[in-house]
């Protein structure tokens, strides 16, 4: 199950609304082994798509260092779907390599940058195989 507080929630779902119609993509970093998610960071999708999202290499590298610097590791990497469900695509699946992670998927194509409800869903993501997790929105993280 992913916890994750309300204001990182907030966060996530404001970006890809403001993204939309192009992809959003970020990490949440946390303390190591720790699965809490305490840093938001949003990210450029150096794609630039609608149907695709990329990690700017040069900004990941600097992420990765500060998270190393910091002792954290990426509790939760995300991007969001604007025109299908927010569910893995078999791109995202080959992309996937943190199997600590939690990939949450917003999708932003029933209401794109508009007020009004997204999906947001998490999946772990191990050696391909795709598995649905609960998330719980707290107000605080325990």
């Known amino acids: 199950m992913l916890s994750i507080d309300r204001t990182t929630y907030d966060a996530i779902v404001a970006h890809a609304k403001r993204d939309h119609p192009d992809e959003a993509c970020g990490i949440v970093a946390g303390p190591e082994g720790s699965d809490r998610p305490e840093r938001h960071v949003e990210m450029v999708n150096a794609a630039g798509s609608p149907t695709f999202y990329e990690f700017d290499p040069t900004e990941l590298l600097e992420l990765y260092k500060q998270m190393w610097d ?10 969001s779907h604007t025109a299908t469900e927010a569910y893995p695509s078999r791109t995202d699946i080959g992309l996937a390599s943190e199997p600590g992670a939690h990939y ?39």
């Open 70 to 79: 910091n002792d954290e590791e990426p509790v939760v990497i995300y991007h």
């Open 104 to 142: 949450v998927l917003v999708s932003t194509r029933e209401h794109g940058n508009n007020e009004g409800p997204v999906e947001f869903r998490s999946y772990r993501i191990v050696d391909g195989e795709v598995s649905e997790e609960d998330v719980a929105v707290l107000d605080a993280l325990p």
